[in-house]
């Protein structure tokens, strides 16, 4: 986890002053997640495949009660991904084998709205210009879902 944390602090430094200068919520979507994430799980349930697409983790959500679509990054072959994986309480239900799972669970409706918007099955890590008013502003009332346990800049973390 640290070295996750570590990481993603480090692509997201570059961008600090100017968010501290303009008062945007996040420096970038790094920082997003840093700000926003939770830790999550896998264990010997979890079903772990060598790549998950977004739009699959999204699909399984869907298919487990109490499932979130959870957008992130996980820590693979020692480097920060950006990834997606459908999570239950603090676990990873079904995502990418990885050392450790940093991700902000969504709420379907808020995905759905980013997704068709947008064109892309990615909400967060799409890097499309039009989710610039999230890290200015922040993620919208509703947005995020309870899950995972306190991510690096939780409150009280």
């Known amino acids: 986890m640290d070295e996750l944390t570590a990481a993603l602090a480090e692509l997201e430094a570059p961008f600090r002053t100017l968010v501290d200068d303009s008062e945007w919520a996040h420096a970038s979507v790094e920082g997003l997640v840093l700000d926003s994430g939770t830790w999550w799980t896998a264990d010997d349930r979890t079903r772990v495949q060598p790549q998950v697409t977004f739009s699959d983790a999204f699909s399984e959500a869907g298919r487990h009660s109490g499932g979130v679509y959870v957008e992130g990054f996980i820590w693979a072959a020692g480097q920060a991904v ?3 994986w459908c999570g239950l309480g603090t676990s990873v239900v079904y995502g990418p084998r990885a050392e450790a799972y940093l991700g902000v669970p969504l709420a379907p409706h ?4 980013v997704q068709q918007r947008n064109g892309t099955a990615a909400v967060l890590m799409s890097k499309h210009p ?6 200015r ?4 009332r509703g947005a995020v879902l309870p899950g995972g346990r306190p991510g690096p800049r939780s409150v009280g973390a």
């Open 82 to 84: 950006a990834a997606a």
């Open 110 to 113: 808020f995905c759905r709205r």
């Open 130 to 135: 039009r989710l610039l008013p999230l890290l």
């Open 137 to 140: 502003d922040g993620l919208p």
